[in-house]
């Protein structure tokens, strides 16, 4: 039992590149979600699903896109890359009364 | 909207010493759960404890203690007797129940614990 998998840990991206991350759950819920964390900011939400074929926007939505085909899968797509997106980045997957987070992927944009 | 406002960005104490951590939140749903998150220096959000709000009985778990008060929409955190291992970034989180599993997190608040 994995938990909430999260690839790849570490990217550098040129601005303007695109570039998917993913992230994987084996806990069957239905609910999962994407954050970002910037420094003495909290984690902001970015996207989030209720089930499959349904998503929703956060907090911060601009420049991401998703799409959740799988209970288990839940990409986050960076269409064109920008300074302003580095940032660690946490999915997250749960049920209404607890979320369970994966290790983070640290992006770099420069 | 839903909020929660952790004023501390940073708490120093010595080994041994207790730390309180602030949380204040505000909510329009009768029926919400606050979190306690740690981030240590690794950087993984490991899950302290939920409250639910219609449960406000505190709670003691080991050095952890938790004091939930709706009247003051506070949900403050106590590590008694800390530890170097307790160092680390501690954020408070709020989940509506009719927003389903989405959090709103605080800025969290750094805690150092020195030897």
């Known amino acids: 039992n994995a938990g909430v998998t999260q690839t790849p840990k570490f990217q550098v991206l040129k601005t303007g590149q695109s570039m998917t991350l993913q992230c994987a759950q084996d806990m069957n819920h239905e609910y999962m979600s994407w954050y970002r964390q910037d420094p003495g900011m909290g984690l902001r939400l970015i996207h989030y699903?209720?089930?499959?074929?349904?998503?929703d926007q956060g907090e911060v939505p601009n420049g991401y896109n998703v799409s959740r085909s799988t209970t288990e899968d839940f990409p986050l797509r960076l269409l064109s890359a920008a300074p302003s997106q580095t940032s660690v980045y946490f999915c997250?997957?749960?049920?209404?009364?607890?979320?369970?987070f994966g290790q983070g992927t640290r992006l770099t944009v420069v | 909207a839903q909020k929660v406002t952790q004023a501390q960005t940073e708490i120093s104490v010595v080994e041994k010493e207790d730390v309180t951590l602030d949380c204040v939140y505000e909510t329009r749903d009768t029926t919400y759960y606050l979190f306690w998150y740690k981030q240590p220096p690794s950087g993984e959000l490991v899950f302290l404890i939920r409250?639910?709000?219609?449960?406000?009985q505190n709670e003691i778990s080991g050095r952890y203690s938790w004091n939930f008060q709706k009247s003051t929409s506070s949900f403050n955190f106590t590590i008694t007797a800390s530890q170097v291992v307790d160092s680390a970034v501690y954020f408070c989180a709020l989940s509506e129940r009719a927003a389903g599993n989405k959090l709103t997190f605080g800025g969290g608040t750094r805690v150092l614990v020195k030897p």
């Open positions: 409250r639910n709000s219609f449960d406000e």
């Open positions: 997250a997957s749960g049920t209404i009364t607890e979320a369970f």
């Open positions: 699903s209720v089930g499959a074929g349904i998503t």
